[in-house]
């Protein structure tokens, strides 16, 4: 079992930057792809971005891309997002993922373990 804890969420303004991170606890020694995907009021959850195990692929949603970075740190089992040039439609809870295989899957669906999400929310 992966317990999953995010953090950094909050309320900013559009064009703003924040930082979330994830650390994960329990039998983190497999290797793990690390997620983040997104659910506005309303709307179903959507992939952000994703990250294998060894850091050297990474996909993003085409919503993010060139905005979002998504970063791992395996010593720490840590996992972040810098979200930079933010805008209103990137308020939802953001959630962290991960699962124990290779790759870097973009369906909610692939993942079996996830953190208690994290809001983030951004003025006009």
């Known amino acids: 079992q992966v317990q999953l804890v995010e953090s950094g969420g909050g309320l900013v303004k559009a064009g703003d930057s924040l930082r979330l991170s994830c650390a994960a606890s329990g039998r983190t020694s497999s290797p793990y792809v690390r997620a983040w995907f997104r659910q506005a009021p309303g709307k179903e959850r959507e992939f952000v971005a994703a990250?294998?195990?060894?850091?050297?692929?990474?996909r993003y949603a085409d919503s993010v891309k060139g905005r979002f970075t998504i970063s791992r740190d395996n010593a720490k089992n840590t996992v972040a997002l810098q979200m930079n040039s933010l805008k209103p439609e990137d308020t939802a809870v953001y959630y962290c993922?991960?699962?124990?295989?290779?790759?870097?899957?973009?369906?909610?669906?692939?993942?079996?373990?996830w953190g208690q999400g994290t809001q983030v929310t951004v003025s006009s």
């Open positions: 993922a991960a699962d124990r295989r290779f790759g870097v899957p973009v369906v909610a669906g692939e993942y079996n373990y």
């Open positions: 990250i294998s195990w060894s850091g050297g692929e990474t």
